[in-house]
T-cell receptor, first 115, second 113 residues
Framework: DTGVSQDPRHKITKRGQNVTFRCDPI?????LYWYRQTLGQGPEFLTY????????KSRLLSDRFSAERPKGSFSTLEIQRTEQGDSAMYLC?????????????FGSGTQLSVL | GNSVTQMEGPVTLSEEAFLTINCTYT??????LFWYVQYPGEGLQLLLK?????DKGSNKVFEATYRKETTSFHLEKGSVQVSDSAVYFC????????????FGTGTSLTVIP
């Protein structure tokens, strides 16, 4: 169990540029979540995959955001035409859906700064 | 809807003091409740959980009791250490789907020697 890994740890970009983040979940976990966390706030749900299927999307996930999990393993989150308001920590979490009550395992996050 | 409200921080305590971090929730059904901890530079880690009313979640040093009558899940520890300095998040899972977690804003704890 190597844990959930996210890449990169930090990303600085100029407004209007596109960025892509990667998340590698714990290998046997079938569920993968993306959250966004801003300073002084708790994580806010963005989207969730079960295997390769994207099952839920938050209203926070505008058309500029897209997430994929093509083979049910790693996932990518892309933000197009970034805005300063996109600056936040983007967290990935994974879990194994053995039971109704899940335990989420979080990565260390990707800190995005949009200048 | 579902939401979690935590006591505002930051909280500063001396080593060996008693810790309480308040958490109350609003939910449409019967949620599962969680406490997560985030150490500097790290991801969130599950501290404890409780799945039904009157359950006591515990990890041997921290504990929280699921109180349905007061819709609360307060975190307690009898004697804090410097190493407990972190941000603590209360969370609930959506009772209808179990797939979406709702987090509080976090409470920052600093323990001084």
């Amino acid at each position: 169990d190597t844990g959930v890994s996210q890449d990169p740890r930090h990303k600085i970009t100029k407004r209007g540029q596109n960025v892509t983040f990667r998340c590698d979940p714990i290998s046997e976990h079938n569920r993968l979540y993306w959250y966004r966390q801003t300073l002084g706030q708790g994580p806010e749900f963005l989207t969730y995959f079960q295997n390769e299927a994207q099952l839920e999307k938050s209203r926070l996930l505008s058309d500029r955001f897209s997430a994929e999990r093509p083979k049910g393993s790693f996932s990518t989150l892309e933000i197009q035409r970034t805005e300063q308001g996109d600056s936040a920590m983007y967290l990935c979490a994974s879990s194994l859906s053995r039971s109704f009550v899940e335990k989420l395992f979080f990565g260390s996050g990707t800190q995005l700064s949009v200048l | 809807g579902n939401s979690v409200t935590q006591m505002e921080g930051p909280v500063t305590l001396s080593e060996e003091a008693f810790l309480t971090i308040n958490c109350t929730y609003t939910a449409t059904g019967y949620p599962s409740l969680f406490w997560y901890v985030q150490y500097p530079g790290e991801g969130l880690q599950l501290l404890l959980k409780a799945t039904k009313a009157d359950d006591k979640g515990s990890n041997k040093v921290f504990e929280a009791t699921y109180r349905k009558e007061t819709t609360s899940f307060h975190l307690e520890k009898g004697s804090v250490q410097v190493s407990d300095s972190a941000v603590y998040f209360c969370a609930l899972s959506d009772p209808n789907t179990g797939n979406q977690f709702y987090f509080g804003t976090g409470t920052s704890l600093t323990v001084i020697p």
